[in-house]
Nanobody
Framework: QVQLAESGGGLVQPGGSLRLSCAASGRLLSLSIMGWYRQAPGKERELVATIHSVGKITYADSALGRFTISRDNANTAVYLQMDSLKPEDTAVYYC?????????WGQGTQVTVSS
């Protein structure tokens, strides 16, 4: 079992920045993928960015050039630096940990971009 705890969400004005953090604990395995997904009201959950424990990174088109994902050296935490935020980035952001068929989710943290 893996537990994920997100933090860092909040209210920010358009053009502002936020940094999300996710701490993983429990039976962590090597060669895992951690990432961030988001779900806006009335929409399906969608990929934001993922990072493999060996470093491969994937971004959604909407995140390219504005968001940066990173992991700590121990592969127990993942971060999402979000810059130039737009109102359409408003959503609940979920941390994800995946290893093979194992798939764990955090509770989510609300990000609201509004003036």
């Amino acid at each position: 079992q893996v537990q994920l705890a997100e933090s860092g969400g909040g209210l920010v004005q358009p053009g502002g920045s936020l940094r999300l953090s996710c701490a993983a604990s429990g039976r962590l395995l090597s060669l895992s993928i951690m990432g961030w997904y988001r779900q806006a009201p009335g929409k399906e959950r969608e990929l934001v960015a993922t990072i493999h424990s060996v470093g491969k990174i994937t971004y959604a088109d909407s995140a390219l050039g504005r968001f940066t994902i990173s992991r700590d050296n121990a592969n127990t935490a993942v971060y999402l630096q979000m810059d130039s935020l737009k109102p359409e980035d408003t959503a609940v952001y979920y941390c994800n940990y995946r290893h093979g068929l194992l798939d764990f989710w955090g509770q989510g943290t609300q990000v609201t971009v509004s003036s």
